[in-house]
């Protein structure tokens, strides 16, 4: 099956670092990505991983690990703006060549001053 | 000049109605979809069309119903609305089915409220 799980919440401090992990199980796996949502918008792309490895960008880097399943996002030096949820999605294989995108359930960043 | 329009942005009807929910894209992408986002933000997919054909229909009750006219729009027709169909609904596209890196461009949303 299909399985992708995130922590719900987390709070951390402007000016900190901090990492949201997610972890998944899919049987097509061809590529993870992260976005963030602000209240009320649409989720917007933040990083793509296919490889294992660091992408970095800017504040923000992405980690994949293919053969442990997991991921994670880092960001820097933090932001009140970077207060939002920020969702692991999983690109698998469906069928015929097409691929779906799973998303995890999200996690909400709530930065303080 | 928005890349993924959709509208209404909010839609509040009595239980049993009829509705629907319009999507362009202006982007020239070949797949457009639908998910369906709960009140626990858990975004799940609802249906996938690539150049105007159905390729994913997740397990999603008869009484949606998506239309692609063309591959710049999808639009989600809605029979007998119930309570459980509130929710936020968001359209989305990306370039194509099959290639890589590529990232899914979401509309703004349709916040669906059944009263």
């Known amino acids: 099956g299909q399985n992708i799980d995130q922590p719900t919440e987390m709070t951390a401090t402007e000016g900190a670092i901090v990492q949201i992990n997610c972890t998944y199980q899919t049987s097509g796996f061809n590529g993870l990505f992260w976005y963030q949502q602000h209240a009320g918008e649409a989720p917007t792309f933040l990083s793509y991983n296919v490889l294992d490895g660091l992408e970095e960008k800017g504040r923000f880097s992405s980690f994949l690990s293919r053969s442990k399943g997991y991921s994670y996002l880092l960001l820097k030096e933090l932001q009140m703006k970077d207060s939002a949820s920020y969702l692991c999605?999983?690109?698998?294989?469906?069928?015929?060549?097409?691929?779906?995108?799973?998303f995890g359930t999200g996690t909400r960043l709530k930065v303080l001053a | 000049d928005t890349a993924v329009s959709q509208t209404p942005k909010y839609l509040v009807t009595q239980m049993g109605n009829d509705k629907s929910i319009k999507c362009e894209q202006n982007?020239?992408?070949?797949?457009m979809y639908w998910y369906k986002q709960d009140s626990k933000k858990f975004l799940k997919i609802m249906f996938s069309y690539n150049n105007k054909e159905l390729i994913i229909n997740e397990t999603v009750p008869n009484r949606f119903s998506p239309k692609s006219p063309d591959k710049a729009h999808l639009n989600l027709h809605i029979n007998s609305l119930e309570l459980g169909d509130s929710a936020v609904y968001f359209c989305?596209?990306?370039?194509?089915?099959?290639?890589?890196?590529?990232?899914?461009?979401f509309g703004s949303g349709t916040q669906l409220s059944v009263l």
């Open positions: 989305a596209s990306s370039p194509s089915k099959t290639g890589r890196n590529e990232k899914l461009f």
């Open positions: 999605a999983v690109r698998d294989f469906w069928a015929s060549g097409t691929y779906k995108y799973i």
């Open positions: 982007l020239g992408h070949d797949t």
